[in-house]
């Protein structure tokens, strides 16, 4: 009985199909499926298992295409599961796949986290010494097998989740960043760009179309965006901060941010910075009935129906309409300049300019 769970085994580890024949590793001397004593210093290519349908290509030799650098540079790995997969011209099948998992799931998800969770494809890894860095997932895609600048056409690099549905109860949660750590890191950034040239020759001459890109009728809201703390009161919402460069080439900050009073801040420490600025031919400043504008929480401007008024506010202790190197010039049907009415404290006087243009003073405008 021993004998032959050990001959099935031995079988369906390492026997050939008509789909993809397994191969020796062509650069590692040990045998696939053998167990490998992890030294101190690990320099040599190896796997631990090995599967293949091709003897034209090597994971080394694969890996320097990726890496874009020349063939034979010796890029190296140590692989716990190694798959070498190549699909010729003639594939008519619709995947060619290097690893894959099929999963299908009855158990409901209960409690914090959701388990038992079904997962296609799991990782776990512990960055235990000082210095130490441990990826998830890490995917690296080119379109040349020679590491130098080509000509192909119609070539195209992608990573892609997709999501088929077909009942109206069923949520999505495309992509999900998450923890339970116990502490705050020293620094934590859910998705960082980094050019498509990092490090080679300068970083940022190779760049992206976008960052992010929602193409037509994909969504009504683009971005959600909460306040900086889960409760409490006057809580601003999370920043939106925008660098630039002023004329001078020192670096600067513009931060949006939703007050806790439902409007919206704009914040620059930048000197004399023009914070809100209309390019691209006339444009204007559209607001609704009532509405009016605050400096210093003082009202300058307010509207109300066909009627607004400027410098109405009464803690303006100070207003001015002029201009040292230009005319002042208001123009309008009639124009009434009043002091308050003798009953809040003042003259009660008026100067007025009628419709013919005379010049008066009496008790008040018509």
Known sequence: MTRYIAFLLGFLIGAPTTLAQQVSDPVSSTAPGSIIKVTPSISADIAMLTTANTTDFTASQILDAALLVPPGSGAKNLDGTRAVVFAPA??????????????????????????????????????????????????????????????????????????????????????????????????????VLQPLD?????????KWDAFLQSNPGTTNVFAGISPKQVTGASVKSQDIIMGFFDGTS??????????????????????NASALTFTGGPSRIAMPDQSGIRINDR??????????????????????????????????????????????????????IDTAGQLYQKASCP
């Not at 130098?148 to 109206?168: A, C, H, I, R």
């Not at 990092?198 to 190779?206: F, L």
């Not at 410098?311 to 002042?328: I, P």
């Not at 009434?336 to 404290?345: E, H, I, V, W």
């Open 250 to 271: 020192t670096y600067g900050n513009l931060v949006i941010t939703a007050s806790s009073f439902g409007g919206l801040e704009l914040y620059t420490g930048v000197a």
């Open 90 to 191: 003639a594939t008519t099948i619709n995947l060619v796949n290097g690893v894959s998992a099929y999963v299908v799931s009855d158990a409901a998800t209960t409690g914090f986290g959701g388990f038992p969770a079904t997962v296609g494809l799991f990782a776990a890894g512990v960055a235990r010494g000082d210095g130490a860095k441990v990826w998830g997932i890490n995917t690296l895609l080119s379109d040349t097998m020679t590491g130098v600048v080509s000509t192909g056409t119609g070539k195209s690099l992608n990573n892609e989740f997709d999501f088929n549905v077909s009942s109206p109860n069923t949520t999505i949660i495309g992509l999900q960043l998450a923890g339970g750590s116990k502490v705050q890191p020293a620094a934590a950034y859910g998705v």
């Open 299 to 352: 009202v300058v401007l307010a509207a109300s129906g066909a009627a607004y008024s400027l410098g109405s506010d009464v803690n303006l202790t100070t207003q001015s309409y002029s201009n040292a190197a230009a005319t002042t010039t208001i123009f309008g049907a009639s124009i009434k300049l009043s002091t308050l009415p003798a009953s809040a404290g003042a003259g009660g006087l008026a100067v007025c």
């Open 198 to 206: 990092s490090g080679y020759p300068t970083a940022g001459t190779i």
